[in-house]
């Protein structure tokens, strides 16, 4: 089933807040809020596909340590001292705060 989301309709026409709710295809949109009654509207959003340079792909590839580090990138974590440590690359090995 698809996931559709909704947001409030407030009386000075701002955004409101948004939620999501899964809901067959086939029923209608909600016109309230489930749980406060308030009017909603659903909210039309861009479909995420996978592609060569979709936002996950480029995620998951951030991911990787080895990657980033045959890419030329340097990947620093945060240590429990303040600083950051070198996880991937060929920075310094550590960078102070």
């Known amino acids: 089933m698809p996931t559709y989301v909704y947001e409030v309709i407030t009386d000075s026409g701002e955004p409101g807040e948004r939620f999501e709710a899964v809901q067959q295809m086939s029923d209608k949109p909600l016109t309230e809020h ?7 509207r659903r909210v039309i959003l861009a479909a995420r596909i996978a592609g060569k ?12 340590d080895k990657k980033l580090d045959r890419m030329g990138f340097t ?13 991937a690359g060929s920075g310094p090995d550590l960078l102070k705060k």
């Open 34 to 40: 489930p749980e406060t009654g308030v009017p909603v």
């Open 75 to 87: 990947k620093y974590v945060k240590s429990d001292s303040g600083g950051y440590e070198k996880a």
């Open 53 to 64: 340079h979709s936002p996950m792909k480029t995620d998951r590839a951030l991911a990787d």
